[in-house]
């Protein structure tokens, strides 16, 4: 599983861009020149210049940093890491470094070693860094920290720690890392907390219609409707669940409800307006199936993955 998160942190890690240069560094030539080579993505040669400048000036304040910074954007993180440690020691107070050095770890596959220097920048920067305070709880869901883990996301949400939300939250995370007893569990203490909060029941309902445990994710779909009439993603959900029980009426029903009169993706003529016409190919293959005599057929299994085209995490892609 370590090796399964270290590839897809170092996935997630390609929008995570490292800061600009303040100007504090010693403006030496040379490594002024390899800073130019590294903002045009030209790392390896932005490396030999500043790796021949430590073997000229080992001693080169901002060098270290400088190297670090260069390795973090070419994706060396390990070698990353040892530089930012060593820019750490020349100065304690580079928040960015550590902060970089925290994020290198995770996208090297090191979460426990992230937690850190993560943590560290969370007490700097209570609120305003949203990438860091994902990734430490990213990081707190690989260790199995969940207690952890759901303080950190609820104060990157800016919810109460215990609170409702905090679990739901929480939960989607879990889910996303295919962490999913772990999030049922998660889901259903959010419902306890608050029968009525938005998107829990929903939320449970992905989980049991992931498990193939249709009735409990239809009831739960059924919940939401109940406190969400508005919200077209659980007519989507229910229909999915109706279809995998052949139900193929009450699935087109809710289709023709979600697409024509609430979400706006498919007009009654069958065509979107515009940019939405991506529509839900799978919803729209059952209604035309139903509408061509899918009763005939019905003695074979439809869509063993279902209407939605999601794993458990609401992203594509079929799962083992």
């Known amino acids: 599983m370590c090796s399964a998160h270290a590839q897809t942190a170092a996935t997630q890690g390609q929008g995570i861009d490292a800061p600009k240069p303040k100007g504090t560094i010693t403006p030496d030539p040379m490594l002024s020149e390899a800073r130019r080579l590294s903002q045009e993505g030209k790392f390896d040669e932005a490396i030999g ?3 021949a400048l430590a073997l000229k000036e080992p001693e080169l304040k901002g060098l270290a940093r400088e190297l670090g910074i260069t390795y973090y954007k070419k994706s060396d993180y390990l070698k990353a890491v040892a530089s930012f440690k ?3 020691e020349e100065n304690p107070g580079d928040n960015e470094a550590v902060q970089l050095m925290g994020l290198s770890y995770y996208l090297a596959g090191r979460p426990a070693e992230a937690i850190g220097p993560l943590e560290k920048v969370q007490t ?7 990438d860091a305070a994902y990734i430490l709880g990213i990081c707190y869901v690989q260790t199995k920290d969940y207690a952890n883990a759901r303080k950190a996301f609820a104060r990157m949400f ?3 720690g215990d609170s409702a939300a905090s679990y739901l ?3 989607r995370m879990l889910l996303r890392q295919d962490f999913a007893p772990v999030a049922e569990e998660y889901a259903k203490k959010a419902v306890e907390l608050d029968p009525k909060l938005p998107l829990a029941h929903l939320l449970l309902g992905e989980i049991y219609l992931y498990k193939s445990r249709l009735p409990e994710a239809v009831e739960q779909f059924q919940k939401e409707l109940e406190l969400n009439p508005g919200e077209a993603g659980v007519y989507y959900k229910l229909a999915d669940a109706y279809s995998r029980t052949q139900k193929y009426e009450e699935a087109e029903k809710l289709l023709h409800l979600a697409g024509c009169h609430i979400d706006g993706t498919v007009h009654s003529d069958g065509k979107g307006p515009g940019e939405k016409r991506r529509d839900r190919p799978r919803c729209a293959r059952l209604a035309a199936r139903h509408r061509h005599g899918c009763q005939q057929s019905r003695s074979a299994p439809f869509a063993g993955a279902g209407l939605s085209g999601t794993g458990p995490d609401g992203r594509g892609g079929a799962r083992a």
């Open 86 to 88: 060593k820019a750490l």
């Open 124 to 130: 700097w920067y209570p609120s305003a860094n949203v």
């Open 169 to 171: 939250f929480t939960a």
């Open 158 to 160: 800016v919810v109460p």
């Open 49 to 51: 210049k500043l790796e």
